[in-house]
C-alpha cells in the first residue's frame, strides 16, 4: 500500500518503507509494438516470452525520522537511483508499503521540468510549482533564488539561451530554496563549477544543521561519512549493511578492495620481478602483506586506524645483523618517510631461514589518498642491497577519525586560542549578551561539525 | 478515485502554470501571436466557403458561412485537444520520468490550454454573425452548460489515448486516420438534414439521420451549438442529459483507466 501525506504530520516518521521490491521486466525491444501483442495472443508460449525479469530492489526496509540524514552507498546498478525515484513517486514498488509524510523535494536531475521557451523567472515559478509550493510561497523565494543561482539580468532571457552551468545552477536554487520536509540528492553535486560545488555543499549542510532530514547518494564516502547520521550500503538491490557511516563504509571499501584484489590475482604480479625488484638475493623478501590491527590482510584504511605491514622473508644463508627497512610513498611519487629497523634501534643478531619482521602503526597520520609501500633488506653498513621492493605495494586510505583535509599526513597538533587584552571581556561568560551568543554558536558548530 | 481527485485539485496551481507555458510556447516568436486563434478559423471558413459554393452544396445552407464557422471552431476545438491531449505524456516524458506529480494533470492542462483558444475563436464569432443579420438567442447562458460537456468529452478521450499512447505509440497514427473519418462523419460543411433516414447497407436498412446524433457526440454537441448561436433558439433537455451522460462517462472511464495505469509510467516512458 503507498500512502503520501503531503501536509506534514507531525510525530511520524517522514518515510517509512516495508519489504519494498521492484521488478523490471527486461525487453529485447523495449518498445512493445501492437503487432508484437497481436502475434503473442496467437503464441501458445506467450506466458514464456515475455522477457526477463530484473529485480531491481528487493525486501527494502527503512524508516527515516525528523532531522536525521540517511546516506546511500553502493556500485554502480545496485539500485540506488530506483529507491529514490521510488521514494518520490516517479516509479511504483512492485510490491511492499511505502508512506511519505510530509513534502519531498528531489535533486534527482537537475533543471527537469525547465521549459525552453520559457525565461528563467517564469521557470522558477513553474518549477516551484511542480515542487509543490503555491505562488505566494515562491513569490516569497524568487529573489533569493535568482541571487543564489547567481543569474543576475539572464533571469528575464528564455532558458534555451543559458548555458548548461547556469542552467543547473537555476535548477538546483530552486530546489533547495522550496524548504522540504525531506531533501532527496542525488549525486548531483558533481555538475557545474568548483565554487558552484562547495556553495551546493554549503547549503545543503546548513540545510541540515537546521534540523532538515536528508537522503543523500553519493560516491563520495568522505561526504556520507561527514553529513551522515546513518549510512546503508545497497548491493544487487538488497541491503548489504546498515549503521553508523563509518562502520558501512568500511565494509564497502573492504569488498571494493577485495574484488579488486581478486580481479588483480587474475594475472602474475609484476611488481616482484623485473624493474622493480634488485638486490644480490641472499636475503630475499618472499611477501609483504599490509594487514589490520587484528593481523588481517587489508588495504583499505581510515586515518587514525592501526596498520600493521609483515614482511617474510627467507635467508639462503646466515646473514649476520640485517637492517629491514620500508618506504611510504603517496601515488603521485612523494616520499613520505622510511622507516627501518636500525633507525628504530632494533638489533636482529641474524637471519637463516624463514622468519617475518613487523612494522606496526598504532595511528595511522595519512590522509586520504592511494600510497605505495617499498621494503627492503641491506646489510649491516648499507653497502651490500639483498632484496629491494619498489613501490610494490598498494593500499588506500580514506577519511576517518581526523576531520582534517588538504595534504598528506595529519600532524596531530593542537590549536589554542589566546585572545589579545581587547577581547578579555568576551571570555567572561555571564558577563554580557554577546558572550552568551558566542557560546550558543560555538555550541552550534561543534553539533553541526559531529560525525553523528 | 475520490483521494486521487483530491490530491489534483490541491495542485490546481499547477495545471494554471502549465495551461500558461502551453499558450505561451504556442504563441513564441509568432508574430501575430495569439491573434491567430482567431484568425486560424476565420481562414478555414473562407476556404470552405469557397469551396463547397462553387462545388454546390453550400448554396443549400442559409447564412452558409456562419453555419460553417460553427462547425469548424467545434472541430478544432475537438480535434486538437484530443490529439495533443494524446500525446501529452510521451512529449513530456522527461518530466514524468523526473519529477512526481499527479499525471492527469499533463493531459488536463493540454485540454484546458486548447479550451482556451476555443474560447477566443468563439469571441470571432459574433461580429461574423452581426455580419450576416444573425439574431441572439435568448438562451445564450445556456452556451457553458455545452462547452462544459465538450470539454469532459474530450478530457475522458484525452485521458484514454494519453494512456494507451504510452504503452503504444501505434495510437497516435492511428488516431490521425481516426479523426480524419472523424472530420468527415460530423456535419461541419453539410446539415444532418440532409443525410437519408433510410439506407441500404448490405440489405440492413440503416437511420442514418439517427445513428448520427447516437454514435457521435461530436454531432452533437455541434447541433447544440448551432440551435443557440445558429438558429437562435434553445436544444432540447433531453437531447443536452443524454450527450452529458455519455461524456460524463467517458470522463468517468478515462480517469479511471488513467489512475489505474500510471503508476507504471515512469518506467514506460
Known sequence: MIVRVEDRVPGRPLLELRHVSKRFVLHKDYQQGVQETFVRLFDPRRRQSRGQDFWSLQDISLRVEPGECLGIIGPNGSGKSTLLKIITGILEPTSGDLATNGRISPLLELGAGFHGDLTGRENIYLNGCILGLNRKEMARRAESIIDFAELGEFIDIPVKHYSSGMYVRLGFAVAIHTDPDLLLVDEVLAVGDATFQHKCMDSIQKFRAQGGTLILVSHDLGTIQSICHQAMWLDHGCVRDFGSPTDVVMSYLNEVARGEQENAGAQPLPTIEGANRWGTGKVQITGVEICDGASRPCSTFVDGGTMEIHVKYRANERIEDPIFGLGFHHQNGTHICGPNTKFARLYIPFVSGEGKVVYRIPSLPLLEGTYLISAAVVNRDDTEMFDYHDRAYKFRVYPGVSSERFGLVTMRGEWAFEPGADAQFAQQPGKSRAAGAAVAADRQISKSRRPY | ????????????????????????????????????????????????????????????????????????????????????????????????????????????????????????????????????????????????????????????????????????????????????????????????????????????????????????????????????????????????LRTAFISLATLVFGYWLLTRASGSFGEQL
Open chain 2, 1 to 240: 478515485m475520490l483521494t486521487n481527485v483530491r490530491a489534483l485539485l490541491r495542485r490546481r496551481e499547477l495545471i494554471y502554470h502549465l495551461v500558461v507555458r502551453e499558450l505561451k510556447a504556442r504563441y513564441k516568436n509568432s508574430l501575430l501571436g495569439v491573434l491567430w486563434s482567431l484568425l486560424n478559423p476565420l481562414g478555414m471558413m473562407v476556404v470552405f466557403t469557397i469551396v463547397f459554393t462553387i462545388q454546390g452544396s453550400g448554396s443549400q445552407i442559409a447564412r452558409f458561412p456562419v453555419y460553417l464557422l460553427i462547425g469548424i471552431v467545434t472541430w478544432n476545438f475537438h480535434n486538437s485537444a484530443v490529439m495533443s491531449g494524446a500525446g501529452s505524456f510521451v512529449l513530456s516524458g522527461s518530466l514524468v520520468k523526473k519529477v512526481y506529480f499527479p499525471r492527469e494533470i499533463l493531459p488536463i492542462s493540454t485540454v484546458l490550454s486548447n479550451l482556451v483558444n476555443f474560447l477566443l475563436a468563439l469571441i470571432v464569432f459574433f461580429p461574423i454573425m452581426a455580419l450576416f443579420h444573425g439574431k441572439l438567442s435568448p438562451w445564450l447562458w445556456t452556451l457553458p452548460a455545452v462547452i462544459l460537456t465538450q470539454t469532459c468529452f474530450i478530457l475522458g478521450l484525452a485521458f484514454i489515448f494519453s494512456t494507451l499512447n504510452v504503452f503504444y505509440r501505434d495510437v497516435v497514427m492511428v488516431l490521425d486516420v481516426g479523426m480524419l473519418a472523424w472530420f468527415f462523419l460530423s456535419p461541419i460543411f453539410y446539415s444532418v438534414d440532409s443525410l437519408p433516414s433510410v439506407y441500404n447497407l448490405f440489405g440492413v436498412s440503416l437511420d442514418v439521420h439517427r445513428l448520427m446524433y447516437i454514435l457521435n457526440p461530436v454531432a452533437s454537441f455541434m447541433s447544440m451549438y448551432r440551435d443557440i448561436l445558429y438558429y437562435g433558439g434553445s436544444f432540447g433537455l433531453d437531447f443536452f
